[in-house]
């Protein structure tokens, strides 16, 4: 179907070269979705997730075996989640709001992960202290 002056019309399935949405204006992406990636609040979401899972291993008794090998690993993937998920919310003001929440959910967890982590390693150097005090001869 045509206007009067001959250009395709909606209901031929086109649409005019003046009229197409800018890009990242509802235009899919590669992957299907509508909005652009944010691939640093992904990245900081990962992260996160495994200071969590480092964590989490001592609830299932496997990191008991060498807790510090854990903690660490706890700490640093904390360490890397937090300076990422600033980047992942300045990445999605500039993107419309893409991924913001996960970054700061990666934010937010890497705090409480480092101070999970620091009162650990407090506890572990106030048990040897305490230790030393009682075992000390003199």
């Known amino acids: 179907m045509s206007d009067a002056d001959g250009t395709p019309t909606a209901a031929d399935g086109q649409q005019s070269q003046g009229h197409l949405p800018a ?3 509802g235009v899919p992406a590669q992957g299907g979705d509508s909005l652009p990636r ?4 992904q990245v900081s979401g990962v992260f996160a997730l495994g200071a969590i899972g480092a964590l989490g291993n001592f609830a299932t008794g496997i990191a008991l075996i060498n807790p510090g090998i854990f903690v660490a690993l706890a700490a640093l993937c904390a360490l890397i989640a937090i300076p990422v998920g600033h980047v992942g919310r300045f990445r999605g003001k500039r993107l419309g709001g893409s991924g913001r929440g996960v970054a700061l959910a990666a934010i937010l967890t890497g705090w409480l992960v480092l101070l999970v982590c620091l ?3 407090l506890a572990f150097i106030g048990l040897v202290a305490g ?3 009682l075992t000390d001869n003199t």
Do not use: F, S
């Open 131 to 133: 230790l030393a005090a």
């Open 119 to 121: 009162l650990a390693a």
């Open 23 to 25: 890009q990242g204006q």
């Open 38 to 41: 944010n691939r640093a609040a």
